[in-house]
């Protein structure tokens, strides 16, 4: 298999997913400017353009971060990423799975739109990724994963965009519980392999520089 991201993306949580089943991979970075991969056009992959992507063995290409980790979970249920077929656990995961793709991953990335001015940004945040933030963390003082004592693949993907804040500007010191989950989870092999992997530094994600 291949998993196609660049440094940074939110290609890192279908990584941590990967290390996390003890999956073999190889990893193709894509140039975001140029579309491109040490392969070529990354187009040829898969026309969105977006990482990120995971060419199977047979060739077949999964897009849609939420759905790779749908997959690798489904493929390896050994793996326990998530909760089996049915029951109402596997429900939840999966509401946390589109709670952090649709209302935070893609709040996260008009914060890192060039089509949205600095001013528009800031309003932004504060009238709408602030209550998200807050949830978040409500949920957190509670539970030390999503769904309790138990790792989810819902982890490595909430993990991953709540790495993003400090790149933006968005200063979330102030939520104890949310900082302590990222502490948690910089604790788990997959997670140090998979920065490792991308030359990302682990910590540095509660205020901006």
């Given at each position: 298999m291949k998993l196609y991201y660049a440094p940074g993306s939110c290609g890192l949580s279908p990584q941590i997913a990967l290390r996390e089943a003890g999956l073999a991979f190889d990893l193709v970075q894509v140039?975001?400017?140029?579309?491109t991969t040490v392969e070529g056009d990354y187009h040829r992959i898969t026309p969105k353009g977006f990482v990120p992507a995971l060419q199977l063995d047979d060739g077949d290409v999964l897009t849609e971060g939420a759905v790779i980790l749908q997959?690798?979970?489904?493929?390896?249920p050994d793996s326990g990423?998530?909760?089996?077929f049915g029951t109402r656990e596997r429900y939840t995961a999966l509401e946390w799975l589109n709670f952090v793709a649709t209302d935070l991953h893609k709040g996260m990335a008009v914060m890192f739109s060039p089509l949205v001015d600095a001013t528009s940004k800031k309003r932004f945040a504060e009238g709408n990724l602030a209550e998200k933030f807050a949830y978040i963390d409500a949920h957190l003082a509670r539970?030390?994963?999503v769904l309790g004592?138990?790792?989810?693949?819902?982890?490595?993907?909430?993990?991953?965009?709540?790495?993003?804040?400090?790149?933006?500007?968005i200063n979330v010191s102030g939520h104890a519980a949310m900082q302590a989950f990222m502490a948690r989870m910089e604790q788990r092999p997959s997670v140090q392999a998979a920065l490792q992997a991308e030359g990302r530094p682990a910590g540095s994600y509660a205020a901006p520089d």
């Open positions: 140039d975001f400017k140029t579309k997959w690798i979970a489904d493929r390896h990423l998530l909760p089996a539970n030390d994963y004592e138990r790792f989810s693949a819902a982890d490595g993907y909430l993990y991953n965009v709540l790495r993003w804040p400090p790149r933006v500007q």
